[in-house]
């Protein structure tokens, strides 16, 4: 039973389309996030919810909307596709909290390439 | 904004061989964690220290937090070449900030 799983795997699509990623977690987790990775292999966060609050939101193009309907979804959806936006793309999930001592899970990513 | 520089970039060694991984910033960490990504997967998590001089030790594996916080070290003793991946070190600020900074991460390569 997967813990983190995101849908699709693989995306290929042409410059200025309308793209959505979806992510889902049965770990009970109640925050999630969207992380980049470059093709050097930088993750970088993009953002995060908790409780389906937006409490993370990096500089990031405004063609990135992420929603979270439920505290178990959190969904990417990315406007006007460029050629730059060709990354991998986690979602990952973990406890909120103040100990900071709780890890991240993450999905297996989504490969998003732009043509 | 905090960074955590990583070293070496990239290490391939022979089967059997012990190497170590530096993870160093100049910011404090409240906690430090390390995942392990293999290619096609996410990162998973194998260890947070949270202690400043902490020891973690996972089979072949031990991690340790300096004392001051900002930087951390994983030695694998007799690699093998299912150690192969991405390693990843990753700083919490702690308080309220709930994001978790990344590395860029030292690619390993064990050769059998």
């Known amino acids: 039973d997967t813990a983190v799983s995101q849908t699709p795997k693989y995306l290929v699509t042409q410059m200025g389309n309308d793209k959505s990623i979806k992510c889902e977690q049965n770990l009970g987790h109640d925050t999630m996030y969207w992380y980049k990775q470059d093709s050097k292999k930088f993750l970088k966060i993009m953002f995060s919810y908790n409780n389906k609050e937006l409490i993370i939101n990096e500089t990031v193009p405004n063609r990135f909307s992420p929603k979270s309907p439920d505290k178990a979804h959190l969904n990417l959806h990315i406007n006007s596709l460029e050629l730059g936006d060709s990354a991998v793309y986690f979602c990952?999930?973990?406890?909120?909290?103040?100990?900071?001592?709780?890890?991240?899970?993450f999905g297996s990513g989504t490969r998003l390439t732009v043509v | 904004t905090q960074l955590l520089e990583q070293s070496p970039q990239f290490l391939s060694i022979q089967e059997g061989e012990n190497l170590t991984v530096y993870c160093n910033s100049s910011?404090?960490?409240?906690?430090l964690q390390w995942y392990r990504q293999e290619p096609g997967e996410g990162p998973v998590l194998l260890v947070t220290v949270v202690t400043g001089g902490e020891v973690k030790k996972l089979k072949r594996l031990t991690f340790q937090f300096g004392d001051a916080r900002k930087d951390s070290s994983l030695h694998i003793t007799a690699a093998q070449p299912g150690d192969t991946g991405l390693y990843l070190c990753a700083g919490h600020s702690g308080g309220s900030n709930y994001k978790l900074t990344f590395g860029k991460g030292t690619l390993l390569t064990v050769n059998p």
């Open positions: 990952a999930s973990s406890h909120y909290g103040t100990s900071a001592n709780y890890g991240y899970t």
């Open positions: 910011s404090v960490f409240s906690s």
